[in-house]
């Protein structure tokens, strides 16, 4: 993995996004614009699930207006983040942040996914403590992704033996 | 006092030498920082996007601003906190920074934008449950919409022009490709 990330970081395509010098400072902000609109989406999800928002129309109604714009969003995070990633492959293979990072948005997706299915099989308007619960997890698990994503600048310091720096 | 004596009390202060010195704290502190912002903008964005009968345009409003504004506000007290950790510590290089400038001027000019609109054109909602709202509203959404996203540009172009003000921890080893 870190040859790969090796001959990826020396590649004309990475050093070609490298030497542009307004790129990666560019995908960055709009990579942070994209955590807003995919943050508050799963946060309004969320908070309908527990009725503080939107409880004047049925969870299907916050679910048809958010989640468009939650996948659009998703999809130019990844994007933007590919391409981050080619340009500094290996400041990414060798962060522990960046590997827990993938995991979890894999977690995320599917979780995002789950209380959508579970809400659905509700009758009734009243949504169970377990899947409310359950949303405050989901909600938990979109946060750390932020945190790791942040992280990933930082590994040694964040992490400090357990670091891939030091295995790569 | 003048400007850049506040400027070095606050880069002389506890909190800043504390920040210098824990390794640990500036990641953190970066990060909610995001996830501040990032809630700010987004629950703005759901306002002006109501505003501009873009979205959620069934909804009142009335209903649509009282339900986020709340939320914008708890997490921009969270931006500026986590913002003056970072400033602080670092506090003669990012006065000196232009982004960093222009920055601080473009979160006044939102201020200013949110202030007009609440004040003049926000007071009588008469036109609350109407899907497009008047001309006024709709420039105050554009602006608003406009504002943020240069705020958040010039707050990451921070991060690539400021210089940095740390010795890297003598334990790290950095391999570069050939």
């Known amino acids: 993995m870190f040859e790969f990330a090796r001959w990826l970081g020396s590649s004309p395509l990475s050093i070609g996004i490298q030497s542009v010098s307004w790129l990666t ?32 129309e049925p969870f299907i109604r916050t679910w048809e207006r958010f989640a468009p714009w939650l ?31 993938m995991i979890l948005i894999a977690v995320a997706v599917a979780s995002v996914l789950g209380l959508r299915r579970a809400v659905a099989g509700v009758a009734g308007p009243v949504i169970p403590p377990a899947t409310r619960h359950a949303a405050k997890l989901v909600l938990l698990i979109w946060i750390l992704i932020i945190f790791l994503g942040r992280a990933i600048a930082y590994d040694v310091e964040v992490w400090r033996s357990l670091s891939l720096v030091h295995h790569a | 006092m003048s400007a ?58 009335g209903v649509v601003s009282r339900e986020m504004l709340p939320m ?77 996203l240069t705020i958040i540009f010039l707050g990451r172009w921070i991060g690539f022009t400021k210089g940095y003000d740390f010795t890297v921890p003598e334990d790290v080893q950095f391999e570069f490709p050939q």
Not at chain 1, 72 to 100: D, H, K, Q, Y
Not at chain 2, 53 to 61: D, M, Y
Not at chain 2, 131 to 140: E, K, L
């Open chain 1, 25 to 56: 400072p560019l995908l960055q902000a709009i990579h942070i614009v994209m955590i807003g609109i995919v943050f508050v989406s799963v946060l309004m999800i969320v908070l309908r699930i527990h009725g503080r928002v939107r409880a004047d």
């Open chain 2, 4 to 61: 850049p004596a506040i400027i070095q009390t606050i880069y002389d202060s506890g909190i800043a030498e504390w920040m210098r010195q824990s390794l640990k704290a500036m990641p953190f502190v970066e990060a909610a920082h995001v996830l501040a912002i990032a809630t700010v903008f987004g629950t703005i964005l759901i306002v002006d996007l109501r505003l501009l009968g873009k979205a959620g345009a069934h909804r009142p409003f």
């Open chain 1, 71 to 101: 996948w659009t969003a998703l999809s130019v995070m990844a994007a933007t983040g590919l391409v981050l990633i080619i340009g500094e492959p290996v400041r990414e293979a060798t962060a522990l942040s960046f590997w827990l990072k």
């Open chain 2, 72 to 148: 914008t506000w708890v997490a921009f007290g969270a931006a500026v906190i986590t913002g003056a950790l970072m400033f602080a510590p670092n506090a003669i290089t990012y006065y000196g920074n232009t982004a960093f400038r222009l920055k601080m001027l473009a979160l006044v000019l939102a201020g200013l934008n949110m202030a007009v609109f609440h004040l003049l054109t926000g007071r009588s909602l008469t036109w609350d449950t109407n899907a497009r709202s008047p001309a006024p509203a709709r420039v105050a959404a554009w602006l608003s919409i406009a504002l943020w």
